[in-house]
């Protein structure tokens, strides 16, 4: 059983920076494929960036260049940094833990609101 809590989302500026975090507990998350969502208002849940346990990354065309995606197995924590910010980056996002196996559980954090507005 894994619990992950995201944090570090707020309101930002279009241009600005924010930093969210996932930590997880419960189990180590090492052995899975961590990966950060987002759902917008009307919008489906979308793939924003993901990371493998052999830190091989992948971004969604919109966020690359901009966003990073990190993991600290020893703190058993994800993160993601996102510089310039722009208003279309407003959502809330989901943090996520893909076992390897197929068929096996994965988890999903609650979420955390980011919002770029001027």
């Known amino acids: 059983q894994v619990q992950l809590v995201e944090s570090g989302g707020g309101l930002v500026q279009p241009g600005g920076s924010l930093r969210l975090s996932c930590a997880a507990s419960?189990?180590?998350?090492?052995?899975?494929?961590m990966g950060w969502y987002r759902q917008a208002p009307g919008k489906q849940r979308e793939l924003v960036a993901r990371?493998?346990?052999?830190?091989?990354?992948k971004y969604a065309d919109s966020v690359k260049g901009r966003f990073t995606i990190s993991r600290d197995n020893a703190k058993n924590t994800v993160y993601l940094q996102m510089n310039s910010l722009k208003p279309e980056d407003t959502a809330v996002y989901y943090c996520?833990?893909?076992?390897?196996?197929?068929?096996?559980?994965?988890?999903w954090g609650q979420g955390t609101q980011v919002t770029v507005s001027s």
């Open positions: 996520n833990a893909d076992h390897p196996i197929r068929g096996f559980s994965d988890y």
């Open positions: 419960g189990s180590s998350v090492s052995i899975y494929a």
């Open positions: 990371i493998t346990s052999g830190h091989s990354t």
